[in-house]
């Protein structure tokens, strides 16, 4: 996968520690699912809820409103997922201590980077299969949806869970325990808002100027990605830009992550 330009080589005999840890975070994630599942599929199923099942029924949106919704949907589930994920328990392990433990593991730093991020993928995958299901239920039919771009629907999911779970580690790492909630709250309203994850990217012609600064939210790549294999005949941005605009925000994002998580926990 291209994503893995973003990821510093893992020496043969550390892939053993880094199965270790991730079975140990899988383990306990297995435990908490039910919270996890309502933490991250919560906020996007209402928004479903009212804007791809109440309004239509209102007729304040056409019914064709859908089809633009629930890639941009799918996206915020995914995205937000993946950075929670990651950010939220990297601020609790360095404000307590218990990442100490992990650090003594004879292995580089980038390998314990590396598998909060890719734990951070896992999750943001579970989310979006859960969602995805839902609200396609809760919308009805949805004009021009297409599962048969599966390869394409793959890649752009694991290049944006890969981008916001590195967006997750700069953070979690970056950030001390008393900002991360005014943190979150400055970067995620704007991200979704102005991530294109309730209108497509080509509607914002009518705004030039707006149109071309949305494109520094890596949310705009995963839910135009998304919209061009799930909704194919609807306007969305090329594959193309997508697939490479992730690939190259995950290596950028990726490499400050590892960077600050590497500061961060050499004293």
């Not at 791809?52 to 064709?64: M, Q």
């Not at 021009?144 to 290049?159: D, F, R």
């Not at 704007?190 to 994850?197: K, L, R």
């Amino acid at each position: 996968m291209s994503s893995a330009t973003a990821m510093p080589a893992v020496p043969p005999g550390a892939w053993r520690v880094f199965a270790a840890l991730l079975w140990r975070d899988l383990t306990v994630s297995r435990r908490e699912l039910p919270f996890f599942l309502v933490r991250t599929t919560l906020q996007p199923l209402l928004f479903t809820l009212v804007f791809g099942f109440v309004l239509p029924k209102l007729r304040f949106v056409g019914v064709t409103y859908s089809s633009a919704l629930l890639p941009g949907i799918l996206a915020m589930s995914m995205a937000l997922s993946s950075m929670q994920s990651v950010a939220l328990p990297m601020v609790m392990d360095f404000a307590t201590n218990t990442l100490e433990d992990r650090l003594l593991a004879p292995v580089s730093l980038n390998v314990l980077a590396l598998e909060k991020i890719a734990m951070g993928i896992l999750q943001g995958v579970v989310a979006a299969i859960v969602v995805l299901p839902l609200a396609r239920l809760m919308m009805g039919p949805i004009e021009g949806l297409s599962l048969t771009h599966v390869p394409e629907i793959a890649a752009i999911g694991l290049l944006g869970t890969a981008v916001f779970s590195a967006l997750g580690l700069w953070l979690g790492t970056a950030i001390s325990p008393q900002q991360i909630g005014l943190v979150f709250s400055a970067i995620v309203a704007p991200m979704m808002f102005f991530g294109c994850v309730y209108y497509p990217w080509k509607g914002l012609d009518a705004l030039p100027v707006l149109k071309y600064l949305v494109l520094l939210n890596p949310m705009v790549y995963v839910a135009e990605g998304l919209r061009g294999s799930l909704t194919p005949a609807l306007p969305h941005m090329a594959i193309g830009a997508s697939f490479g605009a992730l690939v190259v925000l995950t290596a950028a994002i990726g490499a400050l992550g590892f960077r600050s998580f590497e500061r961060r926990s050499i004293p």
